[in-house]
């Protein structure tokens, strides 16, 4: 049962330090997305890849936030320098058409 | 305004309760409905997918889709209490590769 998986499961890290988080699509999938989703803002699309292309990252506050695809089987979301509003689930998910299949999340907690 | 608009609930039914779950829209040229549903601490799993108007039935759900009114529904028969979860309606135009979600409702269903 292929899976989209998510690495680290849960993140608690100072303000300023840097963050990676990084996710394996399911294979065969041409499309990858990052979300955040939050209590307040529900769920966000922050950038989405087509064949490991960025398309859109227009959802990420671009000064801090970076999303990189540097192959197939691995896409990353780092944040420098991190800040307590960045605190919330990011999740990763991949599809091949109109669906997408997500990952179980990172939680990130800024102090 | 939001392109789609879903009640947060929460809802609470009893055990074996008809549930409809229900969200608007505004842009006309979304063609793609998929309702995803969310256990707590996880990530959101596809559950149903239509494509343009009508409806689609799978064991004790069923998904209705009328673009006159730009108004999708999702009705849980005989409810139980593993449905308890937050249910996010989401939307694409064709070949957009990106979808636009609801923020959700949250149902609770009671033994």
């Known amino acids: 049962d292929a899976r989209v998986t998510q690495t680290p499961r849960d993140k608690v890290t100072e303000m300023g330090q840097e963050v990676t988080m990084r996710c394996q699509p399911i294979l065969g999938h041409n499309t990858v997305f990052w979300y955040r989703q939050t209590m307040m803002q529900g769920l966000e699309l922050l950038a989405y890849?087509?064949?490991?292309?960025?398309?859109?990252d227009s959802g990420m506050p671009k000064d801090r936030f970076s999303a990189e695809m540097p192959d197939a089987t691995l896409a990353t979301l780092k944040i420098q320098p991190s800040e307590p509003r960045d605190s919330a689930v990011y999740f990763c998910a991949s599809g091949y058409g109109e669906t997408q299949y997500f990952g179980p999340g990172t939680r990130l907690l800024v102090l | 305004q939001k392109e789609v608009e879903q009640d947060p609930g929460p809802l609470s039914v009893p055990e074996g309760a008809i549930v409809s779950l229900n969200c608007t829209y505004s842009n006309s040229a979304f063609q793609y409905f998929m309702w995803y549903r969310q256990y707590s601490r996880k990530g959101p799993e596809l559950l149903m997918y239509t494509y343009s108007s009508g409806n689609k039935e799978d064991g004790r759900f069923t998904a209705q889709v009328d673009k006159s009114s730009k108004y999708i529904s999702l009705f849980i028969r005989d409810s139980q209490p593993s449905d308890s979860a937050t249910y996010l309606c989401?939307?694409?135009?064709?070949?957009?590769?990106?979808?636009?979600f609801g923020d959700g409702t949250t149902l609770t269903v009671k033994p």
């Open positions: 989401a939307m694409s135009v064709i070949a957009a590769g990106k979808s636009t």
């Open positions: 890849f087509r064949n490991r292309a960025p398309l859109d």
